[in-house]
């Protein structure tokens, strides 16, 4: 029996074929979300765009200028009971994932998965800046997780478009 269950809305303002499919993107939220939450029903946006959608949250947010790879916005409540608890939203710049792709030796589906993965880790509490650095502990779970769904997904029937 399932403990906790998770519904992901998926918005695609890239318009393009997903790097990965949305079963796997649903996949992954499930493995990282069970395993670092308490058990429970939890929903989650996670919203594919461009560089230029990217640099325009990261100048309002976090004042700086430029795209980034992956922005994390957590919702904070203190009354847990009401579900679906509603974990927050997750921006992935698939411009940026793409080009350091190959900086990082990775496909562009793994370095998308790379970074939802750590988009994840942020909306369950980990943070590698201020005053709760986690940095270490974060980036080792981040690999663990990534490892192991690359153990057992097959990307080529994981993407909605395999030549990218």
Same mark, same amino acid.
């Given at each position: ?73 957590? +919702? ?10 509603? =974990?927050?939203? *997750?921006? !992935? %710049?698939?411009? #940026? ?40 502990? +974060? ?10 769904? =690359?153990?057992? *997904?097959? !990307? %080529?029937?994981? #993407? ?5």
């Amino acid at each position: 029996m399932i403990k906790t269950q998770i519904t992901v809305n998926l918005v695609d303002e890239y318009h393009n074929n997903l790097l990965v499919t949305e079963e796997t993107i649903r996949t992954i939220a499930t493995l990282v979300i069970s395993r670092e939450l308490e058990d429970g029903f939890y929903s989650l946006s996670i919203i594919n765009c461009t560089d230029g959608r990217i640099q325009e949250l990261n100048k309002i947010y976090r004042d700086v200028d430029e795209p980034t790879d992956v922005l994390t916005f957590p +919702m904070e409540y203190e009354d847990l009971d009401e579900e679906p608890f509603e =974990l927050g939203d *997750i921006f !992935l %710049s698939i411009d #940026t994932i793409k080009r350091q792709a190959n900086k990082w030796e990775n496909t562009p589906q793994q370095e998308y998965i790379f970074m939802l993965i750590h988009g994840l880790l942020h909306i369950c509490g980990y943070e590698h800046e201020g005053p709760y650095n986690e940095e270490e502990e +974060m980036f080792q779970k981040q690999r663990y997780y990534f490892d192991q769904i =690359l153990n057992t *997904i097959n !990307l %080529s029937e994981s #993407t909605d478009n395999p030549s990218e």
